[in-house]
């Protein structure tokens, strides 16, 4: 019965590390990162409402990653936190500010730039869980289709945060390229890789 026990609630025990494994590799590779706050919903925080990523969510006002509690169980949850991490990475050391500029400057090309930006993300969660020592992912074993299709990052509210649809294929092969430990490889198109070498602490 102890080992019936323990087997059900392994994979809570192993979730809730690979969370304060993610958060640790963020906080030593790189400056500023946001603290994580688990929380019962990611709806009424930081004006997030049903639209928001119900699973993890980055509020760039608070500088802080909401985790929801029903996240902590979930296989998929490494990629949702490491990627939130990525955009915090982006925020914090003036990689979206540049993307910003970008797609005000050109507006025609917004789809395609924050195409980009999401595949920097991914290279960076992949960079994260790599450096987390948690085992290798892919993303086509963990979901079906794009799984960031709702707002989850963003100003206070949250609920009109940016959204920007990637094909699950390329989601995967940049988070693939992330987990071979260079954050210099994080290039996708015109987003060079040197912003992030700069940030990177060790």
């Not at 509020?59 to 509690?69: D, K, P, R, W, Y």
Request: glycine share 8%; hydrophobic share 45%.
């Amino acid at each position: 019965m102890r080992w019936l026990m323990a087997l059900l609630i392994w994979p809570c025990v192993v979730q809730a590390d690979a969370i304060t494994d993610i958060t640790t590799a963020a906080a030593q590779a790189f400056a500023r990162m946001p603290q994580v706050k688990i929380v019962d919903q990611i709806a009424g925080e930081c004006g997030a409402n049903g639209a928001v990523d119900p699973r993890v969510a980055y509020c760039t006002t608070g500088n802080i990653i909401l985790v929801a509690t029903t996240a902590r169980g979930l296989p998929q949850t490494p990629y949702l936190l490491g990627h939130a991490f990525g955009h915090a990475v982006q925020v914090q050391h003036g990689i979206a500010d540049f993307a910003l500029r970008e797609i005000r400057n050109r507006p025609t090309d917004e789809v395609m730039l924050r195409g980009l930006v999401e595949r920097q993300v991914d290279c960076v969660a992949g960079f994260l869980v790599h450096r987390a020592g948690l085992p290798e992912l892919d993303l086509a074993d963990l979901f079906d289709d794009d799984p960031l299709t709702n707002p989850h990052w963003g100003r206070d509210p949250l609920r009109i945060g940016p959204v920007a649809v990637v094909a699950l294929d390329a989601r995967a092969q940049w988070f693939a390229r992330g987990q071979q430990g260079d954050i210099a490889a994080c290039a996708p198109g015109e987003f060079t890789g040197m912003g992030l070498v700069r940030a990177l602490q060790n």
